[in-house]
């Protein structure tokens, strides 16, 4: 079977400054990986690099959750299939959403526990809602490959276990950068751990241990 | 040290200095003088008019107007400016297109279009649509440039252009366009209220017989209702209100003047006025039209486009000079760091009465006092100018952050607010050059001999085709202070602070860091 994302030997940099150096990196369909490493080891870039090679087929879960806050959730997370539809049908459920379209985005809405907020304003949800609300968007969105950037950052335990296994579910190929070792051991397949800019390990999460990831990090956890 | 052009290296100070310098140099070529007999005599009968203010004389209709023409000139280039402004950053001729739009003052454009539409409510609702589109297409431009992109970046590809618009960069802006359309309207109704001035039925039509025979009371009450107007724009217009406005505005329209065939006149107007005479098959000098062209337009430039672009400069310098030295002098008094609340409620009070009374109308009406010189212009436009960026730098002296042991009063203004403002004064006055110009052009028509006394005198006498001619030197003038004021500000390093008086005013408003500028705020100085 073909890889559903495949870098070789990839350099990549950020307004002009080198971050990523020589990364080949190879992730079949229906595996789950965590990318991981301290803030700077070049995690953004690398889930950028792989949106960029693989646009067509990538649902994206930026760091921020990149709303426009003057908009309802319902149109923010109807974003998420707008290249599904006529221009015409858009600008239609622009002004007055189908009734069709407000299921399919109740039933996503519903999946993480916002469905009372459809018609709220973006700008007027807290920060873990608003990261609900993009994630939902890319649910909606249901392209194979998900890619999330702190996917979960604001959400509590709780909240963040049952998200990612609502992506997991809907989405076949899940990359996902996280800072949340325990995370990450019990939600993925794979953890790729990055430092400055270079793979510094991958290896299945059955074989690692929060003891031996840990001294990755230094004291950026405590 | 980077040393280049003709220009000595720039500072503050040496800014400063060459600009004072050109103005003491422009006095001489001006004329100053008070030339009516008993200007004291007036003043005192124009007192005694605004004192006791004759509300039974207010011309309701011409009120109506003002707002009609006001309410749907704006909509309409707000209109085109929004789509224009989409394709801003693509087309060098559409900036060029909408800087030459906004080069020329709404009282030009409805001189040359009452040759096509006469005097009728095209020519008020076109003359402030036009220039406007050029003001609303490069702002809103700007606030898409500044504007938050994330979330079109996470779009899914293959989303169509008009989708991913709507969706993901209309909204983000929509608060500021709402913002700053509505602040334009009050600009349109200024420059409606001008339009009356050369004829067309808005509130100047009768300030202007009023002001010539001093019937002062009058004129107070019919202004009094316009600041009323202005003051309570927040009232009636609002975005749930614009589509009535915008209804009512069409359905109160007057009828034109006279009954003319729009299709004739535009035939005529383009195929035989506009074409410069030489030019034009039915000239005498056909035979050579080429020849006699250039000698045409040689006559023209030499005759009139050079005196009037260097009348025009020098009233500009000067009173560009004065505004600069007007706002040093009153922004303390505007300010909260001087004055506490008093500080507060006075820079208010002359925002509202700077923002209400038009340029215009008030040269107008200091050269009713002191007779035809270029004195009452250089008042009337110090004032308003030199009112608007005392209010400007008295909000940013409030937001200053200061130590505890600050000094307080003179030493206050001296040692601390006005050197670390300086920056953002000389970006205020500079931005400014480029509007007072505008307006010096515009007193032409008022009997100054700026450009605009040229224009004038070519339409009265229906010469379109030099008024034509003269209208490109006017934008060719505007354009290159523009281009000249920004360069400075580039050079002075300050062309990242916030100018505009719409900026000012919002973030004032929402008592929330500046909801406008993005980028630009980062380099403020202390906020």
């Not at chain 1, 990149?66 to 309802?72: G, H, I, P, T, Y």
């Not at chain 2, 203010?53 to 207010?58: K, T």
């Given at each position: 079977m073909a890889a559903a994302v495949r870098l070789e030997a990839v350099n990549a940099g950020y307004n002009g400054v080198p971050?990523?150096?020589d990364i080949s990196l190879s992730i079949e369909p229906g595996e789950r990986v965590a990318i991981m490493g301290r803030?700077?080891?070049g995690k953004t870039t690398l889930l950028n690099t792989i949106y960029r090679h693989y646009a067509d087929s990538v649902a994206l879960i930026p760091q921020a959750s990149?709303?426009?806050?003057?908009?309802?959730v319902f149109h923010n997370v109807f974003m998420g299939c707008l290249?599904?539809?006529s221009t015409l049908y858009n600008l239609r459920t622009l002004i007055w959403p189908p009734a069709a379209e407000i299921k399919a985005v109740t039933r996503v809405l519903g999946a993480v526990g916002l469905?009372?907020?459809?018609?709220?304003?973006?700008?007027?949800?807290s920060g873990g809602q608003q990261q609900r609300t993009s994630v939902a968007r890319a649910m909606l969105n249901g392209r194979p490959i998900v890619l999330g950037?702190?996917?979960?950052?604001?959400?509590d335990r709780v909240q963040a276990r049952e998200v990612l296994r609502l992506l997991s579910e809907r989405h076949e190929t899940k990359v996902f950068a996280l800072h949340d070792i325990r995370l990450a051991l019990e939600h993925t397949d794979r953890i790729v751990l990055l430092e400055d800019g270079r793979i510094a390990l991958d290896e299945p999460s059955a074989a690692l241990s929060y003891e031996r990831l840990l001294p990755h990090f230094g004291d950026e956890l405590r | 040290m980077r040393k280049s052009g003709f220009?000595?290296?720039?500072t503050y100070a040496s800014t400063t200095w060459i600009f004072v310098l050109a103005a003491v140099l422009a006095l001489p070529f001006?004329?100053?003088?008070?030339?009516?007999?008993h200007p004291g005599a007036e003043f005192a009968r124009l007192l005694a008019g605004i004192v006791s203010?004759?509300?039974?004389?207010?011309e309701v209709w011409s009120i109506v107007w003002t707002v009609a023409f006001a309410v749907l000139g704006v909509a309409a280039g707000c209109t085109a400016g929004l789509v224009l402004a989409v394709f801003y950053d693509r087309s060098r001729l559409l900036r060029f297109g909408a800087a030459f739009l906004r080069s020329v003052h709404e009282l030009f454009w409805a001189l040359f279009l009452m040759q096509i539409t006469g005097l009728s409510p095209a020519t008020g609702i076109l003359a402030i649509a036009l220039p406007y589109t050029g003001i609303f297409a490069k702002v809103f431009a700007e606030f898409f440039e500044e504007a938050d992109r994330s979330a079109e970046n996470v779009l899914?590809?293959?989303?169509?252009a008009l989708s991913r618009f709507s969706f993901a960069r209309l909204p983000v802006v929509a608060e500021q366009i709402k913002t700053y359309t509505l602040y334009r309207l009050e600009c349109g109704m200024r420059s409606t209220l001008v339009l009356g001035f050369v004829?067309?039925?808005?509130?100047g039509f009768h300030l202007e017989s009023y002001f010539k025979e001093g019937h002062y009371s009058e004129a107070t009450a019919l202004l009094l209702s316009f600041y009323v107007l202005i003051g309570t724009r927040r009232l009636w217009a609002r975005p749930a209100t614009l589509p009535a406005l915008i209804l009512v505005s069409f359905l109160v329209l007057p009828a034109a003047v006279g009954n003319s065939s729009l299709w004739a006149n535009m035939a005529r107007f383009f195929r035989?006025?506009?074409?410069?005479a030489p030019l034009r098959?039915?000239?005498?000098a056909h035979a050579h039209a080429w020849t006699a062209f250039g000698s045409w337009a040689w006559r023209i430039i030499s005759q009139q486009m050079g005196p009037g672009a260097l009348e025009t400069l020098i009233l500009g310098q000067i009173a560009l000079v004065a505004a600069g030295a007007l706002a040093l002098l009153l922004y303390p008094v505007v300010s909260r760091r001087f004055l506490g609340r008093a500080g507060h409620y006075l820079g208010r009070a002359m925002l509202v009465v700077v923002r209400s009374t038009p340029e215009y109308m008030l040269a107008f009406l200091l050269l009713q006092l002191?007779?035809?010189?270029m004195l009452p212009a250089i008042i009337a436009l110090s004032l308003h100018n030199g009112a608007i960026i005392a209010y400007l730098l008295g909000r940013q002296a409030d937001q200053l952050q200061l130590r505890a042991d600050a000094p307080k009063g003179a030493s206050l203004y001296f040692y601390q607010t006005t050197p670390t403002l300086y920056g953002q004064f000389l970006a205020y006055v500079l931005y400014r050059w480029e509007l007072i110009l505008r307006e010096s052009a515009i007193?032409?028509?008022?009997?100054?001999?700026?450009l605009g006394y040229y224009v004038d005198a070519a339409i009265s006498e229906l010469r379109i085709d030099t008024a034509a001619l003269l209208l490109v030197g006017v934008a060719v003038l505007s354009m290159s202070v523009d281009a000249f004021s920004r360069h400075l500000r580039r050079r002075l390093r300050i062309d990242g602070f916030p100018v505009r008086l719409s900026a000012a005013h919002d973030a004032d408003q929402a008592?929330?860091?500046?909801?406008?500028?993005g980028p630009a705020h980062a380099q403020q100085p202390v906020v």
């Open positions: 971050v990523l150096h803030s700077g080891a990149a709303l426009v806050a003057n908009l309802s290249d599904r539809h469905e009372d907020k459809l018609f709220a304003r973006a700008g007027e949800l950037d702190e996917p979960v950052s604001a959400l | 220009l000595p290296r720039l001006a004329d100053l003088a008070v030339s009516a007999l203010p004759a509300f039974s004389a207010i899914p590809q293959g989303a169509s004829g067309l039925p808005t509130i035989h006025d506009i074409v410069p098959p039915d000239s005498p002191m007779g035809p010189s007193f032409g028509i008022l009997g100054v001999k700026t008592q929330s860091p500046a909801t406008y500028g």
